[in-house]
T-cell receptor, first 111, second 114 residues
Framework: EDQVTQSPEALRLQEGESSSLNCSYT??????LFWYRQDPGKGPEFLFT???AGEEKEKERLKATLTKKESFLHITAPKPEDSATYLC????????????FGSGTRLSIRP | DVKVTQSSRYLVKRTGEKVFLECVQD?????MFWYRQDPGLGLRLIYF???????EKGDIPEGYSVSREKKERFSLILESASTNQTSMYLC?????????????FGPGTRLLVL
């Protein structure tokens, strides 16, 4: 069965304390892996799409990497405004609707 | 920038009412989606549309229908609202570019059914 698992469920960091969020997947085929940020009461905001193992993308304090079995979202020197839930999703063949979301990691950054 | 808008941020309805949620995207995307998001259950796909007047059921279509008369607009209809349809409803769109379509989400509609 296709599955996406995010860990940890929740993470509390001190401002400036770098860490990584994990998204592991067991799927039959991968068209793409997406990372989103979601603030309370709002829709997910797109961050990155990764397509193949070894690919990396960066945006400000965030860097996403992809291997054949998992993706990491690295957060360097986070600030309180980085507090949010981070969602991972995988896009599977054959259709655009075949997208499986993880349950998310709730990240809290203390000043 | 891709923009996906939803007609309401908050809605309160009575059991048995017919409810319309509307979604509009401005990027000429072929694909549009309706999800609901509940604590502990994550995002679940209700319906998907890959073209005007074309639709597919998602994982939880019961109690819902959809309409897509124009490419930019995708409506979700709750035929007879029930309390178990209280949820956050999210619309998304994606392009069909070689099958590699990143989804872009609207701000969400929080629906309360009393």
């Amino acid at each position: 069965e296709d599955q996406v698992t995010q860990s940890p469920e929740a993470l509390r960091l001190q401002e400036g304390e770098s860490s990584s969020l994990n998204c592991s997947y067991t799927v039959s085929g991968l068209r793409g892996l997406f990372w989103y940020r979601q603030d309370p009461g709002k829709g997910p905001e797109f961050l990155f799409t990764l397509y193949s193992a070894g690919e990396e993308k960066e945006k400000e304090r965030l860097k996403a990497t992809l291997t054949k079995k998992e993706s990491f979202l690295h957060i360097t020197a986070p600030k309180p405004e980085d507090s949010a839930t981070y969602l991972c999703a995988v896009h599977l063949p054959p259709s655009a609707s075949k997208i499986i979301f993880g349950s998310g990691t709730r990240l809290s950054i203390r000043p | 920038d891709v923009k996906v808008t939803q007609s309401s941020r908050y809605l309160v309805k009575r059991t048995g009412e017919k409810v319309f949620l509307e979604c509009v995207q401005d990027m000429d995307h072929e694909n549009m989606f309706w999800y609901r998001q509940d604590p502990g259950l994550g995002l679940r796909l209700i319906y998907f549309s890959y073209d005007v007047k074309m639709k597919e059921k998602g994982d939880i279509p019961e109690g819902y229908s959809v309409s897509r008369e124009k490419k930019e607009r995708f409506s979700l209809i709750l035929e007879s609202a029930s309390t178990n349809q209280t949820s956050m409803y999210l619309c998304a769109s994606s392009p069909s570019v070689g099958g590699r379509g990143t989804q872009y989400f609207g701000p969400g509609t929080r629906l309360l059914v009393l």
